[in-house]
């Protein structure tokens, strides 16, 4: 079945630095990779997706790049804020959607 | 629209004590998934469904674990006995899967305690 690597697990920058995580995953066949935000204490949400016939999708200071060639995809944030701290998962879909561990993400201000 | 609703959201118990989550997903969703958050780690997917029919179930530790989804609509997850290792967050997500966006909504979640 499908497994998910997510690195690092812990990641502090200052406010207005870019931060970067980074997915493995290993079924050739999975499709659809989605990025996931949690604050504590409350659901996870989508912020960004990529599909697997597109390299790379941006939606403002949130971009994620996928090589399929390699199957690592990864979340970049730029001009980070401290509200966006939080726990961020990463996901990869064949069928049923598997969870990295996790990258808990402290901007400091 | 109405999002995903779970009940209770909190539930403390004693070990081999059984208890009982509730999910009503956004209408019109076909495919509901319960997952499984221990503390510091990503959800695990313990049961997907598509209407009342169940996709996959090999992560649900069947011998304490349970689930069904009636009438293709609310799902119960149920657990008996319970183990102090039980002790999680469980969410509920659905989507809707035939408009293709692969998108999961999920619930607050059930926080469990298992003393």
């Known amino acids: ?109 | 629209e109405a999002g995903v609703a779970q009940s209770p959201r909190y539930k403390i118990i004693e070990k081999r004590q059984s208890v009982a989550f509730w999910c009503n997903p956004i209408s019109g969703h076909a495919t509901l998934y319960w997952y499984q958050q221990i503390l510091g780690q990503g959800p695990k997917l313990l049961i997907q469904f598509q209407n009342n029919g169940v996709v996959d179930d090999s992560q649900l530790p069947k011998d304490r674990f349970s689930a069904e989804r009636l009438k293709g609509v609310d799902s119960t997850l149920k657990i008996q006995p319970a183990k102090l290792e039980d002790s999680a967050v469980y969410l509920c997500a659905s989507s809707d899967l035939a408009r293709g966006t692969g998108e999961l909504f999920f619930g607050e979640g059930s926080r469990l305690t298992v003393l």
């Open chain 1, 1 to 109: 079945g499908e497994n998910v690597e997510q690195h690092p697990s812990t990641l502090s920058v200052q406010e207005g630095d870019s931060a970067v995580i980074k997915c493995t995953y290993s079924d050739s066949a999975s499709n659809y990779f989605p990025w996931y935000k949690q604050e504590l204490g409350k659901r996870p949400q989508l912020i960004i997706d990529i599909r697997s016939n597109v390299g790379e999708k941006k939606d403002q200071r949130i971009a994620v790049t996928l090589n399929k060639t390699a199957k690592h995809f990864s979340l970049h944030i730029t001009e980070t804020q401290p509200e966006d701290s939080a726990v961020y998962f990463c996901a990869a879909i064949r069928g049923k959607l598997i969870f990295g561990q996790g990258t808990e993400l402290s901007v400091k201000p």
